[in-house]
């Protein structure tokens, strides 16, 4: 399977898309770039983009406009949002709409790398498993689906209403699917603060990549799963229970929780 | 320009009023005392009249002519006597005290005699009245009052010697008598000087008097209200009017002060809102705008941090670029999130721990101002899910003002925590709404009851309105204020999106309206009828949870209290007691931080016994209600 990707950037400003331009030409995959979005949805109507890397908001339009076209067309490409500090919270609005992944503005070289790695690995599986759905064979499982009572972010992050109040928080497993096998996880401490959207913990894989996952919930954490620090292949073999990673008090999870996507709707 | 004022033209009523009162006084009064003067003169004449007949009678009888004339002509020289004569029966003036007038005719057709000699029958017995005339000889003259008194025919008469008159004769002649009523007419012109002169002292009296109480009471108090509704309109909010006494223009001026200070209050909360929000779109705008020059320098250095590995030297350099760039990224992060509004971080907490801390900030400057703290608690009261940090602000806010309400003389703040139960049905907020697109449905432009409202478009043929439901469940304080009628085909929309609020398929148990569904956050559908005269409501969510557990702290003071007036302002930001001391903010901070752990704080006082603070903190956050 080759690595190379068809990826259009989409910000106004010159000197952060030469960079990525750059950035991108280390992994050798081939680039486009829109100045604006009204270019960038010519582009999109002509090209097919594997990936689309896309600043959220634009002096023209903002990404939503990008991920609407998307859908309405029918294109299956992988859009990562990039966004400021201030505009988290649509960020995690654009994952509740389909954006694959978002990067928080400014970013160093090896996060955009591994969050461009994981689109690219997400657009494999998926089109992997489309052909598997086309030659009617039996259907091969590429990842497991997180269970109906849980909540997700995206495909990074899930989250589970325990009856005590407090929510446990861990990793889906198409993330991990599109990752290499797991050589280590960073956790935060006991009653750090973390916020929705914001990364909470970081997973370093085997070819050195380091994958931050973004939090589903704010809240203050209680209890870290001390297996999970003895065992870190745990949660590759068992994500949603065995595996959780944080047991956290939510701050306002009423408000939060709709930006989660129910994960009883994948099985619909 | 004068008849403008309000003084002078109530003096002006006034005097008007007053003027016509003591006139028509004045009249009746005049009218009655000449009246009694006349008839006084009338019995005077009268009496005069039958002593001259009685006292000539014998003269008559002996006809000793020249002794009559002679009697009349001595009465008729008294000064107020004008003339006295007798006049026979066919007309003839055959006595009287002006010689001129002896044997002279009188024509029975004048005024004088027509009451007897009405039809040219003599009558016999007449009442005084009717013999009376008042007259002027001249038009310049003075008043004459003439009475006539008839001379009867008596057995004497028609037996005496000379026998001059027949028997079957009543009447032999009349005597008339006329008075001058000189003396009568100036004492009443001096009567009538008088009642003038005492009128116009009256009005003009009346006038000061009232001249007085109206500059006292209306003209200097309405003229400082002029005066500070100019000062205000000039831009002078400060302005405030001196005491304008207890009266109706007291009060206006009290709630003339009272709606500057309001006005000057808005001002500033305007103000200050304005600057946070400005504040808050700078650093939102700042932030993103260093945001993407960083972005540039930390994805180019750390590109040259994976293109020169052989290079250690550079290697080096570059990594303290990558690392202060990663630092200058907090620091946006940091100052973005001070620019926002702090969210609480809540977690398990033990309430009586807080208070414990609270206290313990505070021990000193209570110890000072000898203020003993009592604390009376329940055992074992479970922990409670809340923002430490802040509920502990709130705490310590209570105990500074409760002490700062205590006099020097100290006294003694009481705290009692307990477990208390409340039912969520007139008590739980909608704070969440939305239409089956999501959008949201919370009107925080309109308020009932300080709360903002569920927002709902009504459309019917071409007419579209907006109307308001009450975010409270239970109390249905609905305002529809429509001005069409809802009837079949009216619809009920998201403002939004013009989706259907109206629950297919139900209808309201009630009236049998259609029934308005709207999706709570988390918590379930909330249903109520469309009507405006039901006031069926379903909130299914709330409902099963039933009985909620709250811990309430009630923190009771011995201080000074608050004024009944002062008790449904003191949680509006910027209201203060404490002059120039207090910032104002305190009480509405409090309240913000109880509201957004879904709590409650009350306040009960009575002025010169104390205050009582009620907070009441739910046991759990997870299901807001």
């Known amino acids: 399977m080759s690595k190379t990707a068809n990826i259009l950037v989409i910000d106004d400003e010159k000197v952060i898309i030469d960079g990525i331009v750059k950035i991108c030409s280390l992994e050798n995959y081939s680039i486009d770039v829109a100045l604006n979005i009204t270019t960038a949805l010519e582009k999109i109507s002509k090209h097919y983009y594997s990936i689309i890397i896309c600043d959220i908001m634009m002096p023209d339009g903002d990404g939503f406009q990008i991920l609407n076209e998307l859908q309405t067309r029918n294109i299956d490409s992988a859009l990562i949002m990039m966004t400021g500090y201030s505009t988290v919270e649509n960020a995690v609005n654009s994952l509740y709409r389909g954006a694959i992944d978002f990067i928080p503005k400014p970013f160093t070289v090896d996060e955009l790398l591994s969050s461009i790695y994981r689109a690219n690995k997400y657009q494999q599986i998926k089109s992997k498993q489309e052909r598997s759905y086309k030659d009617n064979k039996e259907v091969e499982l590429f990842y497991v689906e997180c269970p109906s009572k849980y909540y997700r972010l995206g495909h990074s992050s899930w989250l589970c209403e325990e009856s005590d109040g407090s929510v446990l928080i861990g990793v889906c497993d198409f993330f991990l699917a599109t990752i290499d096998s797991l050589m280590e996880i960073e956790f935060l401490e006991l009653e750090d603060e973390i916020a929705q959207g914001i990364s909470c913990f970081t997973i370093k894989s085997t070819d050195e990549r380091i994958h931050k996952i973004h939090s589903p919930v704010s809240g203050r954490i209680i209890d870290v799963n001390k297996n999970l620090k003895l065992i870190p292949n745990l949660i590759e073999k068992d994500p949603y229970f065995e595996g959780w990673v944080y047991r956290v008090i939510p701050h306002d999870l009423g408000y939060e929780i709709k930006n989660l996507v129910p994960c009883s709707s994948d099985r619909m | ?625």
């Open chain 2, 1 to 625: 320009m004068l008849f403008k004022k309000i003084g002078f033209r109530l003096i002006f009523a006034v005097a008007l009023t007053s003027l016509i009162i003591i006139g028509v006084f004045a009249y009746f009064n005049i009218k009655s005392q000449s009246g009694s003067l006349i008839s006084e003169v009338e019995r005077h004449a009268n009496q005069l009249g039958e002593t001259v007949i009685s006292s000539t009678r014998f003269d008559m009888m002996l006809n000793q002519r020249d002794r009559i004339q002679q009697t009349i002509n001595s009465i008729g020289t008294q000064p107020q006597i004008r003339d006295v004569r007798i006049i026979n029966k066919i007309g003839e003036i055959i006595y009287s005290s002006d010689p001129n007038n002896i044997n002279k005719m009188v024509d029975k057709r004048t005024e004088s005699c027509y009451a007897c000699h009405s039809e040219d029958q003599p009558l016999e017995q007449i009442s005084i009245t009717e013999r009376t005339r008042v007259f002027k000889v001249h038009p310049d003259s003075n008043r004459v009052l003439g009475i006539i008194t008839p001379i009867y025919n008596g057995k004497s008469c028609w037996q005496a010697a000379c026998h001059a008159h027949p028997q079957n004769q009543k009447v032999l002649g009349v005597l008339d008598v006329s008075i001058s009523l000189a003396e009568v007419d100036k004492a009443i012109i001096t009567r009538e000087w008088e009642i003038v002169i005492f009128a116009i002292v009256a009005i003009i009296a009346v006038g000061l008097l009232i001249a007085f109480f109206v500059r006292r009471w209306v003209s200097n108090p309405v003229n400082d209200l002029l005066n500070a509704t100019q000062q205000v309109s000039q831009g002078n909010l400060n302005y405030a009017i001196k005491n304008l006494g207890d009266n109706e223009i007291g009060k206006l001026g009290e709630s003339f002060n009272n709606m500057t200070k309001k006005l000057s209050e808005a001002r500033i909360q305007l103000f200050q809102s304005d600057k946070m929000a400005s504040l808050g779109r700078l650093a939102a705008g700042v932030a993103h705008e260093i945001n993407n020059p960083l972005t540039g320098v930390l994805t180019y250095s750390s590109f040259l941090l994976k293109r020169t590995k052989d290079n250690p030297e550079l290697q080096e350099d570059l990594n303290i670029i990558v690392r202060e760039t990663l630092r200058s990224r907090e620091i946006v992060k940091s100052l973005l999130d001070f620019a926002r509004q702090s969210v609480p971080k809540k977690h398990n907490a033990n309430i009586i721990e807080i208070i414990d801390k609270a206290i313990s900030v505070i021990e000193s400057q209570l110890s000072i101002k000898k203020i003993k703290i009592i604390k009376q608690s329940e055992n074992n009261l479970p922990p409670i899910t809340v923002d430490s940090n802040q509920i502990q602000q709130v705490f310590i806010n209570l105990f500074v003002n409760a002490s700062d309400a205590i006099s020097k003389d100290g006294g003694s703040i009481t705290i009692l925590t307990k477990q208390i139960s409340l039912s969520p049905f007139g008590v739980a907020q909608i704070k969440k709404a939305s239409c089956p697109k999501r959008h949201s449905l919370i009107d925080n432009d309109f308020k009932i009851d300080g709360l903002p409202a569920l927002k709902v478009k009504v459309v019917s043929a071409d007419k579209e309105e907006i109307i308001h439901l009450d975010p409270v469940y239970g109390k249905h304080r609905n305002q529809y204020n429509l001005v069409f009628n809802i009837d079949k085909n009216t619809k009920f929309v998201c403002p939004d999106c013009n989706s259907s609020l109206v629950q297919q398929g139900k209808i309201c148990p009630e009236c049998g309206a259609p029934v308005l569904a709207f999706e709570i956050s988390g918590q379930g559908l909330y249903e109520v009828c469309s009507s405006v005269n039901s006031n069926w409501e379903k909130w299914d969510f709330v409902d099963s949870t039933g009985i909620k557990e709250y811990i309430e702290i009630r923190i009771n003071d011995t201080g000074s209290g608050i004024s009944k007036d002062d008790l449904p302002k003191i949680f509006e930001p910027f209201f203060s007691t404490k002059g120039q001391k207090g910032t104002g903010l305190g009480l509405a901070v409090i309240w913000g931080i109880i509201d957004n752990h879904n709590g409650t704080i009350t306040v009960e006082s009575e002025e010169g016994k104390g205050t009582t603070f009620i907070v009441r903190l739910p046991l759990t956050q997870q299901r807001q209600i």
